[in-house]
């Protein structure tokens, strides 16, 4: 059992998270992360479901892509603009996700990773919108801080960051 300024501590990489609490962290529904996730819009990357009654799970990066994907929905962006979109930053490896911004037109969907790009993009004279993923990624974290995770080694289930949650803590001992 860690203590908590270890598991604060702990990276991303090691912590996934069920469907459930990714729906919850991303504001979307379980149908929306069922559907996203049988047509590869957004698959989990930490394991997906292997049949009836096993558990997607879903990693770090992937909630706040999920989150990226709502957010580009209720403005109005195509689900086809969405995806070209999700496909750009799986081919870039999800890198810097955090300091990069979104912009769309509405039509497409721009990567602007300075701030010489989105303004370059605004003298296009169309109206645009921008997703700052950096404060996504912080409202991801901060709903997750509140949520349930798995680490991925040994599947021992905490609140957030403190897997000395009394309640995890029975669920571990009952397995």
């Not at 870039?92 to 701030?115: I, K, N, Q, W």
Request: charged letters at 25%.
């Amino acid at each position: 059992m860690q203590d908590s300024a270890e598991a604060a501590s702990e990276p991303h990489e090691n912590v996934g998270y069920r469907g459930p609490t990714a729906c919850a962290a991303a504001g979307i529904t379980y149908r929306q992360l069922d559907y996203w996730a049988r047509t590869g819009l957004v698959e989990p990357s930490v394991r997906s479901a292997q049949g009836s009654g096993t558990q997607r799970l879903y990693s770090f990066r992937d909630v706040v892509v999920l989150k990226i994907v709502k957010r580009f929905l209720d403005t109005g962006v195509s689900l086809q603009n969405i995806r070209s979109a999700v496909q750009h930053l799986r081919e870039r490896g999800f890198s810097d996700l955090e300091r990069m911004t979104l912009m769309s037109d509405g039509a497409t969907v721009y990567e602007c990773t300075s701030p010489d790009e989105v303004h370059a993009l605004l003298q296009g004279g169309q109206g645009v919108f921008g997703i700052a993923v950096g404060v996504v990624w912080r409202d991801v974290e901060s709903a997750l801080s509140q949520l349930h995770g798995e680490r991925v080694d040994t599947g021992e289930t905490f609140v957030g960051h403190n897997p000395s949650d009394e309640l995890a803590r029975r669920r571990n001992r009952a397995v």
